[in-house]
């Protein structure tokens, strides 16, 4: 059912200011995370202690009653806000007809309405297939396997800086921090990551076009270590997320089109976190003009349920039946989800990104101006890093924004990211701008 962008955000409810009224972490917090401590994986990385009880629209509840502004939207997965309505309805519509069928071995409605969508907004002109995921990660071990499989070729680039996941396959192409690889290997083969073009222009430009990162691509990986017709697949987000909040400039995504037509190689967008709306179109890549041969995506496409995709252009699904499965990917409950989820951004939301992104962003570049230790503000849509000298700095920024009751997250190696769900509107904005011109304050002085 269509709905207005007026009741796309009915859900958000006003917040003048976060109510924090126990000191943090509160009592019960610091129970549950005692208990945490005892039996959860340490490999987990959380980044404040925050206990969520339960969330509404922009607004996050902890277990000892103190609510947060949420532009963190987690990693930015909570896309039309926690809990929206319409959400809410679809997955329980679909818990009283079917939980779960598999999809690999059962054809099942809402699988194929929603692959029949993604298909639809799929940013290539070539009619598109869909193979659903549990996660992005599995998404891009999809495109790796779909890739190798359709050119024969076994070699894969990457970027420094990229984050792809933390699946072998996936771990293999991520570049982001060495702690993510570190005591993993050996890694997948003949995987190269090339120069990734960072562009900051806060303080006055720096880094160009991406023209001197594809002539390094040409002449160092090409010539000296990986021959171009043994590339299946050049694999890149065109926002970094995880890497730091850094769009390819467009001149380079054309550049990688053009060498992938060149030498048979597939462009494969990793639109993981910069999809689905979040920079003010369906694919951050679209802004580029641009089309790549396969598409990943998760995060927001399902509201907070788990559920990834990888599109790709129809003539690439050359592998065969048994290739490639998943028992609970797509599974119905989800994809109910993902079809009220995309309803939302069709209907009101992506709009409301740019729109809101752009105030969020003039905001942001005005209360950083005064301070020398912001080195950029960056990003497009609500999709916004504003980068700090050190990682000490941003730490800093980024506890003390939660301690006065707004989310955000680091990225990057000194990056603090806004990504907030795509209802927030301009009550909304202009609080968490406050909140964290008060974390600057407190942590940088002035």
Known sequence: MSVDATTAMTAVPRLDAPSIITPLPGPRARAFIA?????????????YPLVAESGSGYVVTDVDGNQFIDFAA???????????????AAIKEQADRLIHIAATDFYEPRYIELSEKL???????????VFLTNSGTEAVEAAIKLARYYTGRSGIIAFEGAFHGRTMGALSLTNSKVK??????????MVEHAPFPRVRTFRGPTGGDGSAELALLRET???????????????????????????????????????CDEHGILLVADE??????????????????????VVTTAKGIASGMPLGAMIAREAIWTWTRGAHGSTFA??????????????????GLIDNATAMGE????????????????????????????????????????????????????????????????????????????????????????
């Open 74 to 88: 987690g990693i930015a997965v909570a896309s039309t806000g926690h809990s929206h309505p319409a959400v809410v």
């Open 330 to 347: 797509g599974n119905p409950v989800c994809a109910a989800a993902a079809l009220a989820t995309l309803q939302l951004l069709e209907d």
């Open 221 to 259: 990986i090409f010539a000296r270590t990986m021959a171009p017709t043994d590339v299946a697949a050049i694999v890149i987000e065109p926002v970094q997320g995880e890497g730091g909040y850094f769009a390819a400039p467009t001149p380079f995504l054309r550049g990688l089109r053009e060498i």
């Open 272 to 293: 993981i976190q910069s999809g689905l709306g979040r920079t003010g179109a369906w694919w951050a890549i679209e802004h580029a003009g641009v089309e790549p041969d």
């Open 180 to 189: 993510q690889r570190a005591g993993f290997g050996p890694l997948l083969p």
């Open 119 to 129: 298909a639809a907004l799929a940013p290539f002109h070539e009619p598109a297939r």
């Open 35 to 47: 208990r945490d401590e005892a039996v959860v994986s340490p490999s987990l990385t959380r980044a």
């Open 359 to 446: 105030r969020l962003k003039s905001g942001l570049e005005r209360i950083a101006e005064p301070y020398a230790q912001v080195s950029d503000v960056r990003g497009m849509g609500l999709m916004i890093g504003i980068e700090f000298d050190t990682h000490a700095q941003s730490a800093a920024v980024e506890r003390a924004a939660f301690e006065r009751g707004l989310l955000i997250l680091e990225c990057g190696e000194s990056t603090v990211r806004f990504c907030p769900p795509l209802i927030v509107d301009a009550a909304a904005v202009d609080v968490a701008l406050d909140l964290f011109g008060q974390a600057l304050a407190a942590s940088l002085g002035g």
